[in-house]
C-alpha cells in the first residue's frame, strides 16, 4: 500500500529482555517492566517530544489499566491518556495497531504503544467456590476451547507436521538467536532491567537430536514438548508511532505501517490463526490469489510452539528457513501481552536499524482462533 502523510509510522522500537517465569524477572511487576521500556523509547525519540496516548496490551497482570500505571510510573506526566486492551497473544500487536489507527485517524500525533506481561507476578485468583481460576475461557459454553499446546499438537497431527521437523524447527530458532545475540544484533534494541541484560532462554549448541530425548507434553503421542514450544516468560516492548508527515519532519527513519488485518478462524485449531489475517493482507497477494512471499523480506510469525508454525507456513507456501532470521519465540521467549510487539521491534532491527530489507510480515495467533497480521515498509 502506498506511504502518504497519514500512515502511521514506526520511529522508535524497544523491548526488555525476555525471561522465564520464575527466574531472572521474577520479582518485577508488569507495570515496572512496561514503563522501564516506555522511558528508553521516549528517551529515543527527537528533542522534548508531547506523547499523547498510551497504549499497552497485557493478558495476566493486575487490571487497574497497566498503562496509565506504566505511563504515571515512567514520569510522562498526568496529562498523557492511556489504556489496556486485552487480546489474549495477539494483545501487543493489537495494541500498536489500535495506536495506528489513532495516528492514521488525525486524533494523535505521537503514541507509545506495546505490551507487557509478568508470568511471575501475576496474581492467582479464584472462583466464588474456591477453585482456582486457571483462564479465561476464550469462547463460550458449546464451543470448542483448546489449551493451546493441546491445539498446536491437534494441528500437528492434521497437518501432518512430524516431532522430528519440530524439533528441527526449535533447534535452527535456538541456533540463530544465540548467533545473533553473539553478534550483537539484539543489543540496541534491549533497554537492561536491573542486571538482567539479556535473554534467558536462549541456549547454545541445543540440536535436534538433544531435543528429540525430551517427552511430549501432552500426551505419548505429540509432538509438542517443552524444547520445541515456547516457555512461559515476562517481558516488555514498546514502539513510538507517528504519521509520515511528523517522521519526514523529524528527518528520522522509521518502519510504516501499510496495511494490517485481524481475522477468525476455527477455535479447535486457534493456532492457525495467522493463516487467515496474513491471506487477507492485499499487499501480500500475488495475481493467482495466493501470498506472494518475494514482495516480502522479512518474516516475523510468532513461534508459539514449532509444529504451529510449521503448520502455518505449509498453509501459506512459506518457506519455513525464512521465518524468524534472529530466531523466534522458541528460543527468544512468548511474554503473551508483549509478544505482538516485539516482532514489530525485531523487524524495526532488521529493517530500519540494520537496514537488512525493506518490507516485513508480522503476525501471531491468538487463543479462540483469531490471528493479527501487519506489514511494515521502510521509509527515510
Known amino acids: 500500500m502506498a506511504v502518504n502523510a497519514r500512515t502511521p509510522v514506526i520511529v522508535a522500537a524497544r523491548r526488555t529482555p525476555i525471561g522465564t517465569a520464575g527466574h531472572a524477572l521474577k520479582d518485577v511487576t508488569v507495570d515496572a517492566l512496561a514503563a522501564t521500556v516506555l522511558r528508553a523509547v521516549v528517551a529515543d525519540l527527537p528533542g522534548a517530544v508531547t506523547v499523547d496516548e498510551v497504549v499497552l496490551g497485557n493478558c495476566l497482570g493486575p487490571g487497574g489499566n497497566l498503562a496509565r500505571v506504566a505511563a504515571l510510573s515512567a514520569g510522562l506526566g498526568i496529562e498523557v491518556a492511556a489504556r489496556t486492551v486485552d487480546v489474549q497473544c495477539g494483545s501487543g500487536l493489537a495494541a500498536v495497531l489500535t495506536a495506528a489507527d489513532a495516528i492514521a485517524a488525525g486524533r494523535c500525533e505521537v503514541v507509545l504503544a506495546g505490551g507487557a506481561e509478568s508470568a511471575s507476578t501475576a496474581p492467582t485468583r479464584t472462583w466464588p467456590d474456591g477453585r482456582v481460576y486457571a483462564r479465561a475461557p476464550f469462547t463460550p459454553a458449546g464451543h470448542p476451547d483448546p489449551e493451546m499446546g493441546e491445539a498446536a499438537d491437534a494441528l500437528a497431527a ?23 545475540e553473539q553478534a550483537g544484533v539484539f543489543a540496541a534494541e534491549l533497554v537492561p532491567v536491573g542486571a538482567v541484560v539479556r535473554d534467558e532462554r536462549v541456549r547454545d549448541g541445543l540440536t535436534a537430536e538433544r531435543l528429540a ?12 514438548t517443552p524444547g520445541n514450544a515456547t516457555g512461559v516468560n515476562d517481558g516488555a516492548a514498546v514502539v513510538a508511532i507517528v504519521s509520515e508527515a511528523v517522521r519526514a519532519r523529524w528527518g528520522v527513519p522509521g518502519l510504516a505501517i501499510t496495511e494490517s488485518a485481524q481475522r477468525g478462524c476455527d477455535p479447535a485449531l486457534p493456532v492457525l490463526g495467522p493463516v487467515p489475517a496474513v491471506r487477507a493482507l492485499r499487499t501480500l497477494r500475488g495475481d493467482d490469489g495466493a ?42 521467549g512468548h511474554p503473551w501481552g508483549a509478544s505482538g510487539a516485539v516482532l514489530l521491534v525485531r523487524l524495526f532491527s532488521a529493517l530500519v536499524r540494520d537496514g537488512r530489507g525493506r518490507r516485513g510480515l508480522a503476525a501471531i495467533a491468538v487463543g479462540g482462533g483469531q490471528g493479527l497480521a501487519a506489514v511494515v515498509e521502510r521509509v527515510g
Open 158 to 180: 492434521a497437518a501432518g507436521i512430524t516431532r522430528e521437523r519440530a524439533d528441527v524447527y526449535a533447534a535452527r530458532s535456538h541456533a540463530r538467536a544465540f548467533a545473533a
Open 213 to 224: 530425548r525430551l517427552r511430549p507434553t501432552f500426551g505419548p503421542d505429540g509432538t509438542v
Open 291 to 332: 501470498v506472494d512471499w518475494s514482495v516480502v523480506d522479512r518474516v516475523e510469525i510468532n513461534e508459539a510452539f514449532a509444529a504451529q508454525v510449521l503448520a502455518c507456513a505449509d498453509a501459506l507456501g512459506l518457506p519455513e528457513e525464512r521465518i524468524c532470521g534472529d530466531g523466534g519465540a522458541v528460543a527468544l
